[in-house]
């Protein structure tokens, strides 16, 4: 059964994390440039691209989480709307998430390189992986079910900063999976 990342905890989602980075050694540690570089067609992306791209998304929210650990949040008028940020927060984790069907085009600020990807992707993502651990980490300190962020891409949305932990492991397994089907097909180097 395909898992729900709406219902995570944070635990969860930090065991996600760990996981996902475990993952991302075992199977792609060991491509070469020429393998992180290929792409099927002119209009996807490489498996360095997928990663690249996930690396800058979730920079995106660190700055929103080092807000909180720092103790410097506080809800603006729009994050205080109530509904809002529970329904914007599930209706974007679902949307992220590998079950969902609907391709959806990353905002450019989030966008990867369209030149070749450095070789080390891999382990800068491994690297990056670590630092989202830590952050994961240090908000179970903090009631981050009830804590009210601004998504970094699109303004108007707000969600939860657990659905913020959640949007980010759902979107780093739906390009782990595309990164699969790129290694899956048919003309990929060997």
């Known amino acids: 059964m395909p ?18 980075a475990q993952d991302v050694q075992g199977t792609l540690a060991q491509l070469n440039a020429e393998q992180l570089n290929w792409k099927p067609n002119a209009e996807s992306w490489s498996v360095g691209q997928c990663l690249e791209h996930l690396i800058v998304a979730d920079y995106a929210m660190f700055g929103a989480f080092d807000e909180v650990l720092s103790g410097r949040k506080r809800a603006t008028r729009w994050e205080r709307m109530p509904l809002l940020p529970g329904l914007f927060g599930k209706l974007l984790v679902k949307s992220v998430s590998p079950q969902a069907k609907q391709k959806l085009k990353a905002p450019l600020k989030i966008q990867p390189s369209t030149s070749a ?27 981050v079910e009830k804590i009210v962020m601004t998504s970094p891409l699109m303004k108007l949305i707000t969600y939860s900063v657990l659905d913020a932990c959640r949007l980010i492991v759902a979107h780093e397994r739906r390009h782990l999976a595309q990164a699969q089907r790129v290694m899956e097909t048919a003309g990929f180097p060997q």
């Open 3 to 20: 898992k729900d990342f709406t219902t995570l905890s944070l635990p969860e989602t930090l065991a996600e994390a760990e996981a996902i």
């Open 117 to 143: 990807i450095d070789p080390q992707i891999v382990s800068r993502f491994v690297e990056h992986q670590r630092e989202l651990v830590s952050r994961l980490t240090n908000l179970d300190n903090f009631f």
